[in-house]
């Protein structure tokens, strides 16, 4: 999928010299990205989800980045597909993401920010210094692998070329219209064969489902941007999932 290029050095850029504080801003934003903004200031943990990292501390700190752009039909998000090789979550849709590496820093301060888009430009080869971070929501768990997640929320205000860098970790790239993401029409609920049932947005022929179908649906929601969908709309998932 290809971008447009933009001039660098905006304010309000996420990127600057090795070691400098990653802010986060709110300078400029689109009026649209107001809702989001509010959601994310507001919401607590229990809201988001009912795991949240383990009080003794335990699992591993990462990050995703929740990226807001514009495209030709408005607002949409910045998504990429894992690759079918990977140990954990292979195949599945998903924000560009991954593990924090010491050179990231604190994973109580900046940590979190600076791997969201670290993680971001190795899997989709953008340029963090167009993206703009504006919020972060709650550390959230996900038991399966582990992983301690903080969803950092930022707006494309220089969208750059994407796509697959490294086919090993990504199968492709693309943008989901959140017109898309809020069409009933688009809507299910997955069935895991463990009984677990969640969210799920069937869009650019993928499965949007799991954590990242559950960020979606909680940022839908307390955006006032959702609207009503058959919830007995079931999916299933196959043993492997």
Sequence with gaps: MTRASGTRGTPGGARGAQGAPVVLSKEGLPAWLDPVVHAVETVEPLQLSRFLPPEDGAGRQ????VL???GGRGPELLLMERANSLRSHAGQPSFPGGALDPEDGDPQGDGPLRAALREAEEETGLDPSGVQLFGALPKLYIPVSGFVVTPVLGWWREPTPVGVVDPNE???VFTVPVADLTDPAHRA???HPSGHRGPAFLVESALVWGFTAGIIDRLLHF???E???DRGKQVPLDWRS
């Design 68 to 70: 807001f752009g514009e």
């Design 227 to 229: 609207r009503p969908w």
């Design 189 to 191: 609920t997955t069935v």
């Design 223 to 225: 955006a006032g941007w």
């Design 170 to 172: 990504t199968a492709r």
């Design 62 to 65: 990462s990050a995703v980045l």
